[in-house]
């Protein structure tokens, strides 16, 4: 599996936007970019993902680079809630239903009030 | 609410005993992931089923066994628990969704062997 590189943590303040990035340089042709996040004491939360265009949805935007060698996850509004670990994950697309997630270390988001 | 259901929530046992964690994924969701996230290990991808064949295997180890049922649901089964077993096991369904999957995770069970 390709690998993904995320900073271990980051911090934001409330109702200000937040831009996780994820680089991904041995990224191939084949590979979608999903991220998940873990609020604490649940279990992982799919967010979004994306294979070249940028995508939106009611949880967040993800950019991605052209290159795709890299992207970014942006929550347009922090909340208290939004604070978690953030997982950039890539997932080949002709894997078909074999094809297992790998969660790496992630980012921790915190958020001030 | 993801509507994955596992249970039971937490589980106490002893070194050397077999414990059975249950997971019944999404009203018509095919596939059910187990995963193991312990402090020093991180999230791990354990085993895959799919409509009740194994169809990925992950950082299993062979004192561990599950299996998915005709009704969906499946099992993990742990048995010699050793104290490095203690973890929260997560169970996860998947839906297809623009070109590629995304899973749905259940709330875990914590277990804590002593």
């Known amino acids: 599996d390709a690998k993904t590189t995320q900073p271990n943590s980051m911090e934001s303040n409330e109702e200000e936007p937040v831009h996780l990035p994820c680089n991904h340089s041995t990224i191939s042709g084949t590979d979608y970019i999903h991220w998940y996040r873990q609020l604490p004491s649940q279990g992982p939360e799919y967010v979004i993902h994306?294979?070249?265009s940028n995508v939106n949805n009611r949880m967040a935007s993800l950019a991605i680079a052209e290159d795709r060698k890299s992207s970014t996850l942006i929550l347009h509004r922090a909340t208290l809630r939004d604070a978690a670990v953030y997982y950039c994950i890539l997932r080949d697309g002709m894997g078909g239903a074999t094809n297992k997630l790998i969660f790496g270390t992630g980012t921790l988001l915190a958020v001030q009030p | 609410d993801s509507g994955v259901t596992q249970t039971p929530k937490h589980l106490i046992t002893a070194t050397g005993q077999r414990v059975t964690l249950r997971c019944s994924p999404r009203s018509g969701d095919l596939s059910v992931y187990w995963y193991q996230q312990s402090l020093d290990q991180g999230l791990q991808f354990l085993i895959q089923?799919?409509?009740?064949?194994?169809?990925a295997k992950g950082n299993i180890l062979e004192r561990f066994s599950a299996q998915q049922f005709p009704d969906l649901h499946s099992e993990l089964n742990l048995s010699s628990l050793e104290l490095g077993d203690s973890a929260l096991y997560f169970c996860?369904?998947?839906?297809?969704?623009?070109?590629?999957?995304?899973?749905?995770f259940g709330s875990g069970t914590q277990l804590s062997v002593l």
């Open positions: 994306g294979l070249t």
């Open positions: 089923y799919y409509n009740g064949e194994e169809r």
């Open positions: 996860a369904s998947s839906v297809w969704d623009r070109g590629n999957e995304k899973l749905f």
